[in-house]
């Protein structure tokens, strides 16, 4: 008799990201779903510790990985073949990401290093994780995007998050026929990065808002957590929800 791997029958969601604000509020969101199984990776070993000791270990699980690595694709292939239960993933959520800088601060390794992250590394977790999904008879992916990428600024941040909502759009005109949609949540101004902020550029940040609020790490999570869900957002693919308190309306 073939033994299958834990937890077969629930859903497996993989979390890229998952210590940053966004990820971490979306593993505490979920933390008390029985159905679901959390395999959350991210670069520091000791905030993924800290973030499984928060849950219930049996359903949750840790992986290191750097998306800065020149080895990310072997690296997360050599995951999934050390962990069988990888293989059941059928929703996946990216948060991860690095901010950019000015043209005239970049260095070409600085604009690659961006890409990397915040581009190159996506359409490897989609390319691998959708192949895993084509197994599984259908799933779901939502990647953090960023009001950013309909504004001009920092040109290697910009870019980036620009060419990842339209990969978003090629992969979900690809794949759909596959039942795997792939979605993304655009944030604009967030809590946590607001903390850095002083008194004056909050007040001048904030003027830009009709809703005079800025965005919770659990605002977007959430709104993440909807676009996973086929019960929620079964037939939504290729799309980007906004959650910037109307900062930008399109």
């Given amino acids: 008799m073939v033994k299958l791997p834990m937890y077969a029958d629930l859903i497996h969601i993989a979390i890229f990201g998952a210590t940053g604000s966004i990820g971490t509020a979306f593993v505490k969101l979920l933390e008390n779903d029985t159905g679901k199984v959390l395999h959350v990776f991210g670069r520091d070993k000791d905030k993924l510790d800290n973030l499984v000791d928060k849950k219930n270990k049996e359903r949750c699980f840790s992986y290191i990985i750097d998306f800065d690595s020149d080895d990310l694709l072997a690296d997360i292939n050599d995951l999934i073949f050390k962990n069988p239960n990888l293989k059941l993933v059928?929703?996946?959520?990216?948060?991860?990401?690095?901010?950019?800088?000015?043209?005239?601060?970049?260095?070409?390794?600085?604009?690659?290093?961006?890409?990397?992250?915040?581009?190159?590394?996506?359409?490897?977790?989609?390319?691998?994780?959708?192949?895993?999904?084509?197994?599984?008879?259908?799933?779901s992916i939502v990647h953090i995007a960023s009001t950013a990428a309909y504004y001009a600024g920092k040109p290697d941040y910009v870019t980036s998050k620009a060419g990842l909502l339209a990969m978003i759009k090629c992969f979900a005109l690809e794949?759909?026929?596959?039942?795997?949609?792939?979605?993304?949540?655009?944030?604009?101004?967030?809590?946590?990065?607001?903390?850095?902020?002083s008194e004056e550029?909050?007040?001048?940040?904030?003027?830009?808002?009709?809703?005079?609020?800025?965005?919770s790490p659990e605002d977007i999570a959430s709104a993440a957590i909807f676009l996973l869900d086929n019960k929620l957002s079964g037939n939504v693919t290729g799309a980007s929800i906004d959650v910037n308190g109307g900062m930008y309306m399109r």
Avoid: C
């Fill in 90 to 139: 059928s929703q996946l959520l990216n948060s991860a990401g690095t901010t950019g800088h000015s043209f005239d601060q970049i260095s070409f390794e600085n604009w690659r290093k961006v890409m990397m992250v915040n581009l190159d590394a996506p359409y490897l977790i989609s390319k691998l994780f959708s192949d895993i999904m084509k197994d599984n008879k259908g799933g």
């Fill in 175 to 197: 794949y759909g026929k596959y039942d795997i949609r792939i979605n993304a949540v655009s944030p604009g101004y967030v809590s946590s990065e607001v903390l850095k902020w």
């Fill in 201 to 215: 550029k909050k007040i001048n940040k904030l003027s830009r808002v009709p809703t005079g609020k800025i965005s």
